[in-house]
């Protein structure tokens, strides 16, 4: 019974360890360059003349977005990610929909030469849930932390026209409300406001 004990206890943590080497880690690579809102547009719904106070509009839509995009559990502008794990998952999950494209799987085969895979030997699932899955079985890595490497560029687009307009009037209306003249000191990230619920068809729930 001691030795059975043993046993369980022993591949129970041999699965353990096979789980948290195919756990994937994300990373941005490259962070968005643009915004979902033109400078007109952001000036027009904080009610701001002229370009004095354009550098405050920037830094509020970014924190916008950032909540946003908390939100939804979606990217906004167009920006790139990796994701990495040790071996390869049975699936691999990518964070941040809508997914634009796979830029490259990478990885370290069992004798840490570094390896790109053929497009063609995975297909990918589109959706709010994203996931990569080879057509026939994933091959052997080195099994360190980071020898499997999925780059991937996520977002709706590199340009406002590409957001839809729900996110849009979410931004807009929440820069409304920082730059509202009874709150001149910004807008505050952590106070619930109702125009959150503009966001609701876009988040992802699972």
């Not at 405050?56 to 990495?84: C, D, G, N, P």
Request: charged share 20%; aromatic share 8%.
């Amino acid at each position: 019974k001691s030795l059975n004990t043993k046993s369980k206890s022993h591949h129970s943590l041999q699965k353990l360890s096979v789980f948290l080497k195919a756990t994937m880690d994300y990373q941005i690579i490259t962070q968005p360059t643009a915004l979902p809102v033109t400078m007109q547009e952001a000036q027009l719904s904080a009610k701001v003349d002229g370009d004095e106070l354009d550098a405050k509009l920037t830094l509020s839509i970014k924190s916008i977005v950032s909540r946003a995009e908390h939100l939804m559990r979606r990217a906004v502008m167009e920006q790139v990610w990796q994701a990495k794990a040790a071996v390869f998952p049975v699936a691999i999950r990518l964070i941040n929909p809508p997914v634009i494209e796979i830029q490259w799987i990478k990885y370290l085969d069992a004798s840490g030469i570094e390896q790109a895979l053929d497009p063609q030997s995975y297909y990918v699932d589109v959706g709010d849930e994203t996931y990569i899955y080879s057509k026939t079985s994933w091959p052997q890595t080195l099994g360190l932390p980071g020898a499997v490497k999925v780059q991937y560029k996520c977002g709706y687009g590199a340009l406002p026209d590409d957001v839809p307009a729900a996110i849009k009037d979410y931004v807009l209306a929440t820069l409304a409300e920082c730059f509202d003249s009874n709150q001149k000191a910004g807008i505050d990230l952590t106070k619930p406001s109702f125009v959150e619920s503009m966001l609701d068809r876009y988040k992802v729930w699972s």
